[in-house]
């Protein structure tokens, strides 16, 4: 049996930077596109089911509008971490991805201011 004991950063990951230039100028990105989160957001036509959910959790009753609402940019991870932050703090938060989740939610504020 080998003896050698292996440790787990024996393989070391080629940086961002090298890559983007072993790349040709046409497939690079720049570091934001990078930081995004595929998965977290899709640019499509309809609002996410989060978007929603959110929205119900801070307009509770109809008799009380919360004082304010924080509508935050979750595209990339610094919007990501500045919503958990307000939301550790109990803020009003909603977290958009699309100019479509930003019209529900102002929509749906004026629907209830207008009630």
Known sequence: MDSTVH???QKRSTPLKERQLSKPLSERTNSSDSERSPDLCHSTQIPRKVVYDQLNHILVSDAALPENVILVNAVDWQGQYVADLLQDQKKPVVCTCS???VQAV???L???IQR
Request: positive net charge.
């Open 7 to 9: 440790t787990p950063r």
């Open 99 to 101: 100019t479509v989740e």
């Open 106 to 108: 102002l929509s749906a």
């Open 110 to 112: 004026l629907t209830r």
